[in-house]
Protein backbone atom coordinates (compact mmCIF):
# COMPACT_ATOMS: atom_id res chain seq x y z
CA UNK A 1 0.00 0.00 0.00
CA UNK A 2 1.54 3.37 -0.82
CA UNK A 3 0.40 6.34 0.92
CA UNK A 4 0.26 9.82 -0.30
CA UNK A 5 4.28 9.90 1.26
CA UNK A 6 5.33 7.49 -1.07
CA UNK A 7 6.21 5.34 1.60
CA UNK A 8 5.39 1.85 0.35
CA UNK A 9 4.92 -2.18 1.91
CA UNK A 10 4.79 -5.03 0.30
CA UNK A 11 4.21 -8.69 0.26
CA UNK A 12 5.81 -11.11 -1.13
CA UNK A 13 4.34 -14.02 -1.05
CA UNK A 14 6.37 -17.46 -1.18
CA UNK A 15 5.93 -19.82 -4.15
CA UNK A 16 4.31 -22.23 -1.93
CA UNK A 17 1.37 -19.94 -1.14
CA UNK A 18 -1.86 -21.33 -1.60
CA UNK A 19 -5.74 -20.22 -1.49
CA UNK A 20 -5.56 -20.46 2.25
CA UNK A 21 -2.47 -17.72 2.56
CA UNK A 22 0.14 -18.73 5.38
CA UNK A 23 1.43 -15.40 5.92
CA UNK A 24 4.78 -16.94 7.87
CA UNK A 25 5.60 -18.00 4.36
CA UNK A 26 5.65 -14.54 3.19
CA UNK A 27 8.88 -11.83 3.58
CA UNK A 28 7.75 -8.01 4.25
CA UNK A 29 9.79 -5.43 2.35
CA UNK A 30 9.55 -1.58 3.03
CA UNK A 31 10.74 1.04 1.04
CA UNK A 32 11.05 4.37 3.52
CA UNK A 33 11.64 6.89 0.91
CA UNK A 34 14.06 9.63 1.04
CA UNK A 35 13.88 12.67 3.33
CA UNK A 36 13.90 15.45 1.04
CA UNK A 37 13.38 18.90 1.76
CA UNK A 38 13.73 20.55 -1.48
CA UNK A 39 12.26 24.20 -1.92
CA UNK A 40 10.93 24.12 1.91
CA UNK A 41 11.66 27.39 3.27
CA UNK A 42 13.04 26.87 6.97
CA UNK A 43 13.27 29.15 9.63
CA UNK A 44 16.11 28.17 12.06
CA UNK A 45 16.55 30.79 15.13
CA UNK A 46 19.67 30.91 17.42
CA UNK A 47 21.75 30.39 14.07
CA UNK A 48 24.86 31.32 15.93
CA UNK A 49 25.07 28.57 18.28
CA UNK A 50 26.17 24.95 17.97
CA UNK A 51 22.94 23.04 17.43
CA UNK A 52 21.60 26.07 15.05
CA UNK A 53 24.13 26.10 12.41
CA UNK A 54 24.35 22.15 12.34
CA UNK A 55 20.33 22.49 11.76
CA UNK A 56 21.10 24.84 9.15
CA UNK A 57 23.64 23.06 7.22
CA UNK A 58 21.64 20.00 7.22
CA UNK A 59 18.29 21.47 6.00
CA UNK A 60 20.50 22.99 2.98
CA UNK A 61 22.06 19.67 2.16
CA UNK A 62 18.65 18.44 1.47
CA UNK A 63 17.57 21.36 -0.79
CA UNK A 64 15.73 23.36 1.86
CA UNK A 65 15.81 27.30 1.52
CA UNK A 66 17.16 28.23 5.23
CA UNK A 67 16.71 31.62 6.71
CA UNK A 68 18.66 32.50 9.94
CA UNK A 69 18.63 34.89 12.78
CA UNK A 70 20.37 35.43 16.19
CA UNK A 71 21.41 38.70 17.62
CA UNK A 72 25.18 38.64 15.73
CA UNK A 73 26.03 41.27 13.49
CA UNK A 74 26.04 38.92 11.15
CA UNK A 75 27.25 34.90 10.30
CA UNK A 76 29.89 34.11 8.34
CA UNK A 77 29.21 31.33 5.66
CA UNK A 78 25.08 32.01 6.10
CA UNK A 79 22.65 33.47 3.71
CA UNK A 80 19.32 34.47 4.29
CA UNK A 81 20.71 36.71 7.49
CA UNK A 82 18.83 38.93 10.05
CA UNK A 83 19.65 40.03 12.72
CA UNK A 84 17.57 40.60 15.79
CA UNK A 85 17.93 41.00 19.21
CA UNK A 86 14.69 39.58 20.90
CA UNK A 87 15.36 40.63 24.15
CA UNK A 88 14.29 44.24 22.42
CA UNK A 89 10.65 44.69 21.86
CA UNK A 90 10.94 46.33 18.48
CA UNK A 91 13.53 44.02 17.07
CA UNK A 92 10.97 41.26 17.90
CA UNK A 93 8.25 43.08 16.19
CA UNK A 94 10.63 43.50 13.38
CA UNK A 95 11.27 39.66 13.64
CA UNK A 96 7.14 38.73 13.43
CA UNK A 97 6.87 41.30 9.95
CA UNK A 98 9.65 39.45 8.21
CA UNK A 99 8.84 36.28 9.07
CA UNK A 100 5.26 36.76 7.58
CA UNK A 101 7.38 37.67 4.46
CA UNK A 102 9.48 35.02 4.03
CA UNK A 103 6.35 32.22 4.63
CA UNK A 104 8.21 29.55 6.29
CA UNK A 105 7.44 26.21 6.03
CA UNK A 106 9.23 24.77 8.68
CA UNK A 107 10.30 26.62 11.92
CA UNK A 108 13.37 25.17 13.64
CA UNK A 109 12.37 27.19 17.14
CA UNK A 110 15.84 27.62 18.90
CA UNK A 111 16.63 30.86 20.15
CA UNK A 112 17.41 30.46 24.20
CA UNK A 113 19.75 32.00 26.71
CA UNK A 114 21.04 29.98 29.96
CA UNK A 115 21.67 31.12 33.44
CA UNK A 116 22.11 29.35 37.12
CA UNK A 117 20.63 30.04 40.64
CA UNK A 118 19.04 28.50 42.97
CA UNK A 119 15.59 29.77 44.30
CA UNK A 120 17.67 31.31 47.01
CA UNK A 121 20.10 32.99 44.67
CA UNK A 122 18.26 33.21 41.15
CA UNK A 123 16.74 36.81 40.82
CA UNK A 124 13.60 38.16 39.00
CA UNK A 125 15.74 40.03 36.98
CA UNK A 126 17.53 37.04 35.27
CA UNK A 127 13.77 35.40 35.71
CA UNK A 128 12.57 38.12 33.10
CA UNK A 129 15.60 37.53 30.67
CA UNK A 130 15.71 33.70 30.37
CA UNK A 131 11.70 34.13 30.55
CA UNK A 132 11.81 36.66 28.01
CA UNK A 133 13.86 35.10 25.44
CA UNK A 134 13.09 31.63 26.33
CA UNK A 135 9.13 31.88 26.92
CA UNK A 136 7.76 34.46 25.81
CA UNK A 137 9.88 35.15 22.06
CA UNK A 138 9.64 31.61 21.41
CA UNK A 139 5.76 31.65 21.45
CA UNK A 140 5.58 34.98 19.60
CA UNK A 141 7.45 33.65 16.75
CA UNK A 142 5.65 29.87 16.81
CA UNK A 143 2.27 32.11 17.12
CA UNK A 144 3.45 34.44 13.79
CA UNK A 145 4.87 30.94 11.79
CA UNK A 146 1.39 29.43 12.55
CA UNK A 147 -0.32 32.02 11.28
CA UNK A 148 1.76 32.39 8.24
CA UNK A 149 1.33 29.06 7.70
CA UNK A 150 -2.56 29.05 7.96
CA UNK A 151 -2.75 31.92 5.62
CA UNK A 152 -0.56 30.40 2.88
CA UNK A 153 -2.65 27.01 3.40
CA UNK A 154 1.04 25.20 4.35
CA UNK A 155 0.88 21.58 6.32
CA UNK A 156 4.08 23.38 8.44
CA UNK A 157 6.14 21.83 11.19
CA UNK A 158 6.87 23.67 14.02
CA UNK A 159 9.58 22.35 15.74
CA UNK A 160 10.52 23.86 19.37
CA UNK A 161 13.70 23.39 21.21
CA UNK A 162 13.21 22.53 24.76
CA UNK A 163 15.65 20.80 26.80
CA UNK A 164 16.00 18.07 29.75
CA UNK A 165 15.74 20.68 31.96
CA UNK A 166 12.85 20.68 31.09
CA UNK A 167 11.55 17.57 32.31
CA UNK A 168 12.32 18.24 35.83
CA UNK A 169 13.75 20.36 38.73
CA UNK A 170 17.09 21.39 39.15
CA UNK A 171 18.57 22.79 42.14
CA UNK A 172 20.74 25.63 40.76
CA UNK A 173 18.96 25.46 37.88
CA UNK A 174 15.65 26.86 38.63
CA UNK A 175 14.78 29.89 36.24
CA UNK A 176 16.11 27.83 33.17
CA UNK A 177 13.86 24.23 34.09
CA UNK A 178 10.87 26.36 34.24
CA UNK A 179 11.34 27.96 30.89
CA UNK A 180 11.86 25.11 29.00
CA UNK A 181 9.18 23.09 31.14
CA UNK A 182 6.92 26.08 29.37
CA UNK A 183 8.19 25.22 26.40
CA UNK A 184 7.26 21.47 26.37
CA UNK A 185 3.67 22.62 27.51
CA UNK A 186 3.27 25.61 25.12
CA UNK A 187 4.20 22.53 22.23
CA UNK A 188 1.60 20.64 23.05
CA UNK A 189 -1.14 23.01 23.43
CA UNK A 190 -0.20 24.55 19.75
CA UNK A 191 -0.29 21.18 18.69
CA UNK A 192 -3.60 20.56 19.49
CA UNK A 193 -4.88 24.20 18.41
CA UNK A 194 -3.66 23.38 14.96
CA UNK A 195 -3.89 19.84 14.15
CA UNK A 196 -6.98 20.77 12.13
CA UNK A 197 -4.86 23.09 10.07
CA UNK A 198 -2.29 19.98 9.04
CA UNK A 199 0.62 21.87 11.17
CA UNK A 200 2.92 19.31 13.36
CA UNK A 201 3.90 21.11 16.40
CA UNK A 202 6.63 18.82 18.00
CA UNK A 203 9.75 19.63 20.79
CA UNK A 204 13.08 18.31 21.05
CA UNK A 205 15.00 17.99 24.02
CA UNK A 206 19.06 18.18 23.90
CA UNK A 207 20.86 16.71 26.95
CA UNK A 208 24.50 17.13 27.67
CA UNK A 209 25.71 18.99 23.88
CA UNK A 210 28.92 19.62 23.22
CA UNK A 211 28.83 23.06 21.79
CA UNK A 212 30.02 26.66 22.73
CA UNK A 213 27.55 27.11 25.35
CA UNK A 214 28.36 24.21 27.37
CA UNK A 215 31.52 25.97 28.02
CA UNK A 216 29.69 28.84 29.18
CA UNK A 217 27.47 26.75 31.34
CA UNK A 218 30.92 24.76 32.47
CA UNK A 219 32.07 28.05 33.78
CA UNK A 220 29.15 28.84 36.27
CA UNK A 221 29.06 25.40 37.49
CA UNK A 222 32.60 25.85 38.26
CA UNK A 223 31.66 28.80 40.19
CA UNK A 224 28.18 27.52 41.93
CA UNK A 225 30.02 24.23 42.78
CA UNK A 226 33.87 25.39 43.47
CA UNK A 227 34.96 22.87 40.88
CA UNK A 228 37.92 23.04 38.34
CA UNK A 229 37.23 24.73 34.37
CA UNK A 230 36.16 21.51 32.44
CA UNK A 231 35.39 19.53 35.30
CA UNK A 232 31.49 19.66 35.28
CA UNK A 233 31.67 19.08 31.39
CA UNK A 234 33.87 15.91 31.92
CA UNK A 235 31.78 14.57 34.65
CA UNK A 236 27.69 14.88 33.21
CA UNK A 237 29.25 13.41 29.78
CA UNK A 238 30.50 10.50 31.83
CA UNK A 239 27.01 10.23 33.75
CA UNK A 240 25.00 10.68 30.00
CA UNK A 241 23.77 6.45 30.13
CA UNK A 242 25.83 6.27 27.05
CA UNK A 243 28.63 7.53 28.43
CA UNK A 244 29.44 10.60 26.30
CA UNK A 245 27.92 14.01 25.58
CA UNK A 246 26.00 14.47 22.20
CA UNK A 247 26.56 16.25 19.24
CA UNK A 248 25.18 19.34 17.57
CA UNK A 249 24.10 16.88 14.71
CA UNK A 250 22.63 14.51 16.66
CA UNK A 251 19.83 17.00 17.65
CA UNK A 252 19.79 18.38 13.78
CA UNK A 253 19.21 14.53 12.63
CA UNK A 254 16.53 15.01 14.82
CA UNK A 255 15.04 18.59 13.24
CA UNK A 256 15.35 16.79 9.75
CA UNK A 257 13.27 14.10 11.06
CA UNK A 258 10.80 16.60 12.20
CA UNK A 259 10.52 18.62 9.27
CA UNK A 260 9.96 16.05 6.97
CA UNK A 261 7.25 13.94 5.74
CA UNK A 262 8.59 10.85 7.50
CA UNK A 263 7.34 12.26 10.63
CA UNK A 264 4.35 13.40 8.92
CA UNK A 265 1.80 11.20 11.49
CA UNK A 266 3.91 12.71 14.31
CA UNK A 267 2.42 16.00 16.78
CA UNK A 268 2.75 17.24 20.23
CA UNK A 269 5.74 15.10 20.96
CA UNK A 270 8.83 15.95 22.59
CA UNK A 271 12.01 14.05 21.79
CA UNK A 272 14.00 13.23 24.37
CA UNK A 273 18.14 13.35 22.13
CA UNK A 274 20.32 12.76 25.22
CA UNK A 275 21.36 9.15 25.29
CA UNK A 276 18.84 8.27 27.99
CA UNK A 277 19.67 11.01 30.70
CA UNK A 278 16.25 11.78 31.37
CA UNK A 279 15.82 8.56 32.68
CA UNK A 280 19.04 8.54 34.79
Not at 39 to 50: R, S
Not at 104 to 110: A, E, K, M, Q, Y
Not at 135 to 153: D, T
Request: net charge positive; proline share 2%.
Amino acid sequence: RCGWSNNCTWMVLSKTASSGINLRGGKIMFSPGSIDLTDKVCLVTGAAGGIGQSTIEHFKELGAIVHTTDKDNKLSGVSNYKKFDLLIEKDLSSCLDWISEIRPDVLFNNAAIFDMGSILDANLQSFDKLFGLNVRALYAIMQACAKSMIAEEKSGSIINVASQAGHRGEALVAHYCATKAAVISYTQSAALALASNKIRVNAISPGVIDTPMWDHVDKLFAKFEKKEIGQKKREVGKAVPLGFMGRPKDVARAAVFLASDQSEYITAQTICVDGGNVLR
